[in-house]
């Protein structure tokens, strides 16, 4: 999937949002601010949308961990990545190539959700450890 915008790179590896995008951001964004916030929390509408902005924000955030995971280690087991693309249903790893072996493969495709649950065992409260 070829992204409509580029945003910028992170660790040499391309990053870029199809225009789908928009519209699951301001899905998210909208039902946070208009829906779940207002019955949770007291607040203006304006602090409910800068919330909801950011909430959409970082989830998308969490979405390009978990696909640099994947893209990582496909360039570091010699596969050639093109990119990363956020779209309507998350995100996508654009790589050039399959894996020739299976242990690749597996490699390559275990890291994102490995890297899905490190993000989510801290956004639980789990106590940070030294080191
Ligand atoms: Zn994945």
Redesign the pocket.
Known sequence: MRPSLRLGRIAGIEIGVHYTWLFAFALIAWSLAEGLFPSEFRGSRATYWATGVLAALLLFASVIV??LA?SVVARARGMTVHGITLFIFGGV?NLGDEAKRPQDEFAV?VV??LA?LVLGWRGMGAPATAG
């Open positions: 978990h696909e994947h790893s495709s994102g959700p899905s």
